[in-house]
C-alpha cells in the first residue's frame, strides 16, 4: 500500500460490507465455500486499491455475530479462510507497513484462532502507513452494549464519573477505538442495507451500494465508490454555504 495524498479525495476511512459470496458461487454451480475462498482474493484487491488511492483506513466486514446462524461447515470455512489469509499475507503487509486490527467479539473462537489473531495484531502494532481492520464475529449493537457494560462498571467502581459520559468517552470504548470514523460505507452484491455494521461510528458515512458480487470486487468498484462520494454533498446537519 502507498501513502497517498489527493488521489483519496479527502477520504480518509472506507468500510466495506463484502457481501455476495455464496450467490457468486451457486451461479458457478459450486458450494459457498468455494465463493467465500475466492472473496479473499477480492479482499487483497481492496487493500491494494485503498493503497493506491491513499486511503488510509479500510475496514472490512468478514463474519458478522448473527453468521454463527449458517451451517456449520460454512461457518468452519470462514473462520479457516481467516486463519489461512493471516498466515498467507502477514508477513507482506508487516512489511508494508500496514497494521492489522480484529474487531469483534472474541469469546466463542478457537484457541487456535484467537492465537493468528493476537499474532497479527502484535506483529504489526508498531504499524502506521496504514490501518487494516477485519471485522470478525462482529455486531454493531453487540459492540455498543460491550462498550456501555464496561463504561457503566466503570462508573460503578468509581473509575468514571456519570456526567464525564460523552460520545468521545464512549468512542474510546468502541472496537474502533482511536479511528476515525468512516466516510464510505460501501455494500457489494446489490443489496441496500447496513447489516449492523459500525452502526454508531457509520452515523455521518455516504452509503454506496454496488451491484457487484463481492469475488468480482476490483480497483474500479472502489474508485467507482470514491467518485460517488466526491459527488456529494457533506453538510453534517448544517446547510449548504451561500
Not at 460491550?146 to 468502541?174: H, K, T
Not at 441496500?192 to 455494521?197: A, G, Q
Request: hydrophobic share 40%.
Amino acid at each position: 500500500m502507498t501513502e497517498g495524498g489527493e488521489k483519496c479525495r479527502g477520504v480518509r476511512h472506507v468500510a466495506i460490507i463484502m457481501d455476495g459470496n455464496g450467490r457468486w458461487a451457486q451461479q458457478r454451480g459450486r458450494p459457498r465455500a468455494f465463493g467465500h475462498s475466492k472473496g479473499v482474493e477480492a479482499v487483497r484487491e481492496a487493500v491494494r486499491a485503498a493503497g493506491d488511492t491513499g486511503v488510509k483506513y479500510l475496514t472490512l466486514f468478514g463474519f458478522s455475530t448473527e453468521n454463527w446462524r449458517r451451517p456449520s461447515e460454512e461457518v468452519d470455512a470462514l473462520f479457516d479462510l481467516m486463519k489461512r489469509f493471516v498466515d498467507a499475507d502477514l508477513v507482506k503487509l508487516d512489511r508494508e507497513g500496514v497494521n492489522v486490527r480484529i474487531a469483534g467479539r472474541r469469546e466463542g473462537l478457537s484457541p487456535d484462532l484467537l492465537e493468528i489473531i493476537e499474532r497479527a495484531e502484535r506483529t504489526t502494532a508498531d504499524n502506521d502507513r496504514c490501518f487494516l481492520t477485519i471485522a470478525f464475529n462482529y455486531g454493531g449493537r453487540d459492540e455498543i452494549v460491550r462498550a456501555a457494560r464496561r463504561m457503566a462498571r466503570d462508573v460503578a467502581e468509581g473509575r468514571l464519573r456519570p456526567e464525564d459520559v460523552d460520545e468521545a468517552a464512549f468512542a474510546s470504548q468502541l472496537d474502533t477505538a482511536g479511528m476515525p470514523d468512516p466516510d464510505i460505507v460501501i455494500r457489494t452484491s446489490g443489496e441496500h442495507r447496513t447489516s449492523n455494521f459500525l452502526i454508531w461510528q457509520a452515523a455521518y458515512a455516504e452509503l454506496v451500494f454496488l451491484d457487484v458480487l463481492w469475488p468480482d470486487f476490483s480497483a474500479r468498484h472502489f474508485e467507482q465508490a470514491l467518485n460517488e462520494y466526491a459527488s456529494r454533498q457533506r453538510r453534517f446537519g448544517g446547510v449548504d454555504a451561500a
